[in-house]
């Protein structure tokens, strides 16, 4: 897999700051210091929230799921969590699934930063989602399953490209 800029150049950059703001590694000791804050992240909890939130609805994990959205099952073998990517490109898909909620449910979803990366656990855990079976999915969110691929388009105010 290719390394994102999120990877290559945002985590980098959060690493350095992590570090600058050490103690004795700051310039002025009497500033506040920011630090960004990374969750324990429960892949179990996120296999949860992917079904309680609807997430299965649109997106299939191991076979189990809609086929609106892409496919989200992990690489044999990762062993990295990379929860900025995950929201990057959850962001770029952001005008789509909002619509897509919006059509479907008649609302849009409302996560926590914690949610997002119990789910981006999730999303990441090839062996959590070899557990996931369409028994661990409730009949009434089973049914609404979307079994074609969804082309909403792109946000009609980004720039074209």
């Keep these: 897999m290719k390394p994102s800029f999120y990877r290559a150049v945002l985590f980098p950059a959060f690493a350095a700051a992590l570090f600058l703001s050490a103690p004795g590694h700051a310039e002025d000791d009497s500033r506040q210091q920011t630090r960004v804050a990374f969750p324990v992240i429960d892949a179990a909890k996120g296999q949860e929230l992917f079904v309680t939130e609807g997430c299965v609805i649109c997106h299939s994990v191991n076979g189990v799921g809609g086929k609106a959205g892409p496919t989200l099952d992990a690489e044999d073998g990762n062993t990295v969590i990379d929860v900025f990517d995950f929201t990057a490109r959850m962001w770029a898909g952001a005008f789509a699934m909002v619509e897509l909620q919006s059509q479907e449910l008649g609302y849009q979803f409302d996560l926590t930063g914690e949610e997002m990366a119990h789910i981006a656990g999730f999303v990441y855990d090839?062996?959590?989602?070899?557990?996931?079976?369409?028994?661990?999915?409730p009949d009434l969110i089973r049914d609404m399953f979307i079994k074609t691929r969804y082309d909403l388009g792109t946000d009609p105010s980004s720039p074209p490209k």
């Design 126 to 137: 090839r062996k959590q989602q070899l557990l996931f079976k369409e028994s661990d999915v």
